[in-house]
C-alpha cells in the first residue's frame, strides 16, 4: 500500500559512482538553480544564489500613534512572586540548528576529514555561552536518502532523483557511513549533539540504516532520531495515496516501533521524536485527541513540531500560484504580534501536555517562511530582532527548544551559509542576521539550566517595544528590550526605566544589537563586534567589544536603559544578584578553529590572485569540494585537528 517509492539504490549508485570524471553535467540534469561559473562570477552569484541576494526593502512606516518613548518596566527581584514565569531552561542553545539533508556538506564540510572551520567557530561561540548546541540532519530531504557505500572523490554526500517521483521535486539523497563520523567528529571538537530522521516514505519496508548506524556510531553524542517528519503533508506531497490522517500516523508510528524492536543494530529504542507535525494540514491537538502521548510516551524522548509564520514557494518554485511581495509582508515580521505571540499561542496548550508528560518540547524546523524565506527579509536585521523576540517567546511558552532551518545557498534564511561552489577557494562565508539572535538567547539563558523568562507586556503591551524578563536561580538577572520602529530621526529611540525598587543595583551592564535600519544585511554588530559581511566571515567576531555601563539611581530605585529605533538591548542586572556569577563580557569564543590553512594549497589552484589578497579563503586540489556545483561546495577544509591549544588550527592537507 504505502510502497510507493521504492527506492531504486542501484541506479544511483551507478550513476555517482561509475563515471570517472567530475559530474559537472549533474547541475544540468537537476536543473538547479545554475551557481557561478567563472572565477568573476562574484556578482553574478551573488545576485543569482539567494543566499547572497542583495534586495533591500522600505522600512515599514511608523505606526500612528508611534509606541510612546518614554515608558516604565516595574520588576520584582524574587522570582517566587512573579507568576507566569516559563519552565527553567536546562542545557545547550535554545536555539539549535536543522540542516537539510542535501546541503549538509555545504554546512558542515565535505567529509570527515574536511569539515568546515568557519561552522565549527560559529558552534564555538554558541557553546562558549550556552555549553552546548542540538542539531538536527534531516528534513524534507531525509525521506528519501540512501545510504551508499562509497560516493566520488572522498565525498560523503551525492544527490539523485528520487524514483519515479512524478509528484515531489525532492531529490533523494544519497549518503554515505562517513556522515556519522563526520558528526562524530564534530562532537568532538565542540559540543554539538544531534538529531537524525528516520526515512518515514515507505512504512512496509523501513529503512533505518540510518538509525542503525547514528546509534553505533555515534552513540551519546546521538540525542534522538525523529519518526516522521510534517506528517500532516504526507497526503499532499505524495507520500501517502489514498488517505492520511492522525490515526494512520500512529499506525506508522506503531510498525516503526515493532521494526526497531526487533532489530539488534538499534539497541536504544525508547529515544524517538514525534509528532513533528508541520501544524498545516494537522493541529497538533488532532494528534493528542488519538491518545499519542500515552501510547508512545515510553518511547520518545521529546514531542516535536515545525512551522513556519509563512511560505514563499510560489515565488521560488514558481508554483502559477501569485508570489509574495516581501515589501507587503516585511511588516509583519516587524512586531511583537503578528510572527511572534499569534504564531507561539496554538503551542502553549502542547507545552504544557509535554511538561505533564516530562517531555522536552521541540519546535523541531521553523524560519521565516518556508520554501526559502523572502528576499529582503529572512536575512536582515529586522529579521534578527524577529528571531530574538520569536526564540524568547517559545522560551516562554515552554518550549524547551527551537531548530532554525538551513536551506543551503538558494535560500534567503539561513544563519550561516558557505560561500558558492566554485569561489570556495577565495571568499568566505556569511552569516546571517538571525545567527545573532542564537548568540542572544544564548547568552540570555546561559548555563545554570534554571532561567526561566516572562514576557512582560511593557508599554501597555505595545507591539513594537516588546521586552521580557529572564530569573536566573529565581533572582531577575536579566532585561531584554526590543524597538522595532526604524526611525533615523532618532525621534523613536526609547528610554526605558527599569524600576527594581530597594533591588536596584548601581549600575547595570547593557550589550545592544545594532544596526542602521531593519532593513540592512551589513555592518550589524552585537555588543560592538561583528562576524563580517556577506563572505567576509570565518565564524570569529571582530572589532571591540563595547559593553555599555549604564548607572542606576538607588532614589527612587531606577535604570534608564536607551534603545534605538530600530535596536535590541539586553540588560545584565547581575550586580542585583550577587547569586550569579557576571557572564557579560563573553565574547570571542576561547576556542577557534583557524581557517589559514590555505597558504598550503593554495597554489594548485588557478584563480585571481587579487581576489586571494584580499580574502583568506582556500583551496583544495578539487577546488571546494563537490563537483557537481550543488552539494560539496564551500567546505573550507579542516581536518587533522592538533588539539591542545586553545587555538585549534586545521590545515586541509598534508604539509
Ligand atoms: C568553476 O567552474 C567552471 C565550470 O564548472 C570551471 O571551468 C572552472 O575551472 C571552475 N573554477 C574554479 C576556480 O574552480
Ligand atoms: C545543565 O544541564 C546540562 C544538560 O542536562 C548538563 O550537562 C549540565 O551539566 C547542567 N549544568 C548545570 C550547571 O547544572
Ligand atoms: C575527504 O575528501 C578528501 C579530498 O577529496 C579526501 O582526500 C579524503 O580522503 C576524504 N575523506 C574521507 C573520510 O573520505
Ligand atoms: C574523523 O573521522 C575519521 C574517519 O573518517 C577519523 O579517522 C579521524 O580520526 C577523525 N578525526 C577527528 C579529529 O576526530
Ligand atoms: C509554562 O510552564 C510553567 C510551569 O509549569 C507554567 O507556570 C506556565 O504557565 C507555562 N506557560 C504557559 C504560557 O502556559
Known amino acids: 500500500m504505502h510502497n510507493l517509492r521504492k527506492y531504486d539504490l542501484g541506479a544511483a549508485f551507478t550513476f555517482f559512482i561509475l563515471p570517472a570524471t567530475p559530474i559537472v553535467s549533474a547541475v544540468t540534469i537537476y536543473g538547479q538553480i545554475p551557481l557561478a561559473q567563472t572565477n568573476t562570477a562574484y556578482a553574478a552569484s551573488s545576485t543569482t544564489l539567494a543566499a547572497y541576494n542583495e534586495t533591500i526593502l522600505t522600512p515599514p512606516t511608523i505606526s500612528n500613534p508611534p509606541p510612546t518613548s518614554h515608558y516604565t518596566v516595574n520588576l520584582v527581584r524574587d522570582a517566587n512572586t512573579v507568576s507566569g514565569l516559563s519552565i527553567p531552561h536546562v542545557g ?32 564555538s561561540n554558541l557553546q562558549e555561552r550556552a555549553g552546548g548546541i542540538l542539531i538536527r540532519i534531516g528534513g524534507n530531504t531525509q525521506e528519501f536518502a540512501v545510504m551508499v557505500d562509497k560516493l566520488d572523490n572522498g565525498r560523503t554526500f551525492g544527490k539523485t532523483v528520487s524514483g519515479s517521483n512524478a509528484t515531489t521535486k525532492t531529490p533523494a539523497v544519497l549518503y554515505t557511513r562517513d556522515m556519522f563520523y563526520m558528526a562524530f567528529n564534530i562532537s568532538s571538537l565542540v559540543n554539538v549533539k544531534w538529531f537524525f530522521g528516520i526515512p518515514f516514505n515507505d512504512s512496509m ?9 547514528a546509534q553505533d556510531i555515534l552513540g551519546d553524542n546521538l540525542v534522538a532520531l525523529q519518526a516522521g517528519n510534517e506528517p500532516d503533508f504526507y497526503l499532499s506531497f505524495g507520500r501517502r495515496q489514498i488517505k492520511y490522517d492522525p490515526a494512520d500516523y500512529n499506525s506508522d508510528v506503531d510498525s516503526l516501533i515493532k521494526v526497531i524492536d526487533a532489530n539488534p543494530r538499534i539497541p536504544v529504542k525508547n529515544k524517538l521524536l514525534g509528532p513533528s507535525v508541520a501544524t498545516g494540514p494537522w493541529t497538533p491537538e488532532m494528534v493528542w485527541e488519538t491518545g499519542f502521548i500515552d501510547r508512545f510516551k515510553d518511547r520518545l524522548y521529546a ?13 521560488q518554485f514558481n508554483t502559477g500560484s501569485p508570489a509574495v511581495p516581501p515589501q507587503s509582508v516585511f511588516p509583519a515580521y516587524l512586531n511583537h504580534k503578528d510572527r511572534v505571540v499569534d504564531l507561539v499561542a496554538p503551542y502553549v496548550n502542547s507545552g504544557n501536555l509535554a511538561q505533564q508528560a516530562g517531555k522536552p518540547f521541540i519546535m523541531f524546523e521553523t524560519n521565516s517562511a518556508s520554501c526559502g524565506g523572502f528576499a529582503g527579509i529572512s536575512d536582515t536585521f529586522g529579521a534578527a530582532l524577529w528571531a530574538a523576540d520569536y526564540g524568547f517567546q517559545m522560551a516562554f511558552a515552554n518550549f524547551t527548544h527551537a531548530m532554525m532551518h538551513i536551506g543551503g545557498q538558494n535560500v534567503f534564511y539561513n544563519p550561516f551559509t558557505s560561500p558558492p561552489t566554485n569561489q570556495s577557494s577565495y571568499h568566505q562565508w556569511t552569516v546571517g542576521a538571525v545567527y545573532y539572535s542564537t548568540l542572544i538567547l544564548a547568552e540570555a539563558f546561559a548555563t545554570t539550566n534554571t532561567s526561566r523568562i516572562i514576557d512582560l507586556q511593557a508599554n501597555a503591551g505595545n507591539i513594537y517595544t516588546p521586552s521580557y524578563a529572564i530569573y536566573e536561580n529565581d533572582v531577575l538577572d536579566k532585561v531584554a528590550l526590543f524597538n522595532y520602529v526604524d526611525d533615523p530621526t532618532g525621534a523613536n529611540d526609547l528610554q526605558v526605566t527599569l524600576d527594581l525598587g530597594s533591588a536596584t543595583p548601581a549600575s547595570v551592564r547593557v550589550k545592544y544589537l545594532a544596526a542602521s535600519t531593519v532593513s540592512i544585511k551589513d555592518n550589524m554588530t552585537w555588543a560592538g563586534q561583528t562576524l563580517g559581511n556577506t563572505f567576509e566571515v570565518d565564524g570569529r567576531f571582530r572589532g571591540t567589544l563595547d559593553i555599555h555601563t549604564i548607572p542606576c539611581s538607588p532614589l527612587p530605585g531606577e535604570c534608564v536603559i536607551p534603545v534605538k529605533a530600530p535596536g535590541f538591548a539586553l540588560a545584565f542586572l547581575d550586580a542585583a544578584t550577587s547569586d550569579s556569577a557576571d557572564m557579560s563580557g563573553l565574547s570571542q569564543a576561547t576556542k577557534t578553529f583557524s581557517t589559514t590553512a590555505w597558504t598550503n594549497i593554495h597554489n594548485t589552484a588557478t584563480f585571481n590572485p587579487q581576489e586571494v589578497e584580499t580574502s583568506n579563503g582556500h583551496a583544495g ?20 585537528m592538533t588539539n591542545g591549544s586553545k587555538s585549534v588550527r586545521t590545515s586541509a592537507f598534508p604539509r
Open 92 to 123: 545547550p542553545s535554545f536555539w539549535g540548528f536543522s540542516i537539510e539533508m542535501s546541503v549538509v556538506s555545504q554546512v558542515l564540510g565535505k567529509n570527515s576529514t574536511h569539515l568546515a572551520p568557519t561552522f565549527l567557530n560559529l558552534m
Open 205 to 213: 519496508n523501513w529503512r533505518l540504516t540510518i538509525a542503525e548506524e
Open 303 to 315: 514531542l516535536t513540531v515545525e512551522h513556519y509564520p509563512d511560505n514563499n514557494c510560489a515565488a
Open 621 to 640: 586540489p578539487n577546488r571546494g569540494g563537490g563537483h557537481d556545483g550543488r552539494l560539496g561546495t564551500s567546505s573550507f577544509k579542516g581536518s587533522k
